[in-house]
């Protein structure tokens, strides 16, 4: 039996997310999407698939449990394309 944590982790590889170790977060640079890993942990699977079929306009949208810094997102704008 899988465990939530790497139902959710296979759940968002399946979705095309790779794990950035510097950054310990999930990023989708297609779709401009990071998740912390804080925030997956934090949330259940149904959440998490909710936030993965969100719209992002072709702009990043970053999932953390406390909103980051505006200088913390464009460093990780700048770092993730």
């Keep these: 039996m899988m465990t939530a944590a790497a139902s959710k982790s296979q759940m968002l590889e399946d979705a095309g ?6 950054r310990t977060v999930y990023v ?5 999407k990071a998740f912390s890993v804080e925030f997956i942990q934090d949330h259940k ?18 999932y953390f449990n ?3 810094a505006p200088a913390v997102k464009a460093e990780l704008e700048n770092v993730l394309g």
């Design 45 to 62: 699977e149904d959440e998490l698939q909710r936030r993965l079929h969100e719209e992002t306009n072709g702009e990043w949208r970053f």
């Design 66 to 68: 406390a909103e980051p």
């Design 28 to 32: 989708n640079r297609g779709a401009k």
């Design 17 to 22: 997310y790779s794990y950035n170790f510097d």
